[in-house]
């Protein structure tokens, strides 16, 4: 996970972002989100936490891009236990 400027929205900080997913949701194929929320760091500093979001979307959607179906692979595979 990486901080990251906004390609939508230029003078928006940098921020993470983080797609709610639901266990029901992520058992579907595709697998689909509920929304999205952009997670702001403290002082635009991640090194000092998180203090604010903005939830940026709150629909759902599907994850069937081939680059989120890809990244999905990946941290499946290094799974954090």
């Known amino acids: 996970m990486k901080n990251h400027q906004s390609t939508h929205t230029p003078n ?23 929304g999205v929320v952009h997670v702001y760091p403290k002082d635009q500093d991640p090194a000092e936490g998180y203090d604010s979001f903005y939830i940026q979307r709150a629909r759902k959607e599907k ?19």
């Open 12 to 34: 928006e900080p940098e921020h993470i972002t983080v797609m709610v997913v639901s266990e029901a949701q992520w058992e579907l194929d595709p697998k689909e989100r509920g």
């Open 63 to 81: 994850l069937n891009s081939a680059g989120i179906v890809a990244a999905i692979a990946a941290a499946s595979a290094n799974k954090l236990v």
